[in-house]
């Protein structure tokens, strides 16, 4: 919990990103596929980059640490799908997208489900992997919806699981400031 909330700002680094990613998709919807493959890539590869970062940093203090490996690689792998095959098709792009966002609920949820015991709004992390699994099955369940429909599709779902991750990442910031919950409280050093 500790290095969750020292790390609060990766969290909603994260969540920026997506918000970002989300109001593009939404400012110029006549985005080009190739535009969109490499926006997508961008996003999962910094997505993917922030949750390694967690990952690496919390493994000594945390056993759980390799659900955020993995959806570090998850992230970094579908973004090297899009930046090394920028030809790839709209439909075989809409499935890696929904792939990815499933697998990344996935583990959201298990993440969620670990911190339940440990803070209070673990509902936010749980409530964006739903999220995340909502959208990708919608993407697999409809792939031949107007490219203008899957843009604002994959718009709203980015600004909402960024919000959410925005939120999340100001609740563990506030956590560090509880009485008992500061850096002794948690067993850091005052210099962490």
Do not use: C, Q
């Amino acid at each position: 919990m500790g290095l969750l909330a020292r790390n609060w700002w990766m969290i909603a680094l994260r969540g920026l990103f997506a918000v970002l990613f989300g109001l593009g998709a939404f400012l110029w919807p006549g985005i080009t596929l190739a535009a969109l493959v490499y926006l997508f890539g961008f996003y999962a590869v910094a997505d993917g980059v922030f949750a390694l970062i967690a990952a690496i940093t919390g493994r000594d203090a945390n056993e759980h640490w390799w659900a955020l490996l993995i959806e570090g690689l998850i992230g970094i792998a579908a973004g090297a799908v899009a930046f090394l095959m920028p030809g790839i098709t709209a439909l075989a792009l809409l499935f890696v997208i929904a792939g990815w966002a499933i697998l990344t609920g996935i583990l959201e949820i298990a993440v969620a489900v670990r911190l339940r015991k440990v803070i209070e709004s673990e509902w936010l992390l749980g409530l964006s992997g739903a999220l995340s699994i909502l959208f990708g099955v919608l993407l697999a369940a409809f792939p031949g919806a107007g490219a203008l429909a899957v843009v604002w599709w994959i718009g709203a779902y980015a600004i909402l699981f960024g919000i959410l991750l925005i939120a999340l990442g100001f609740r563990l910031r506030g956590f560090m400031h509880r009485p008992g919950a500061g850096p002794a409280g948690l067993g850091l050093h005052p210099i962490a």
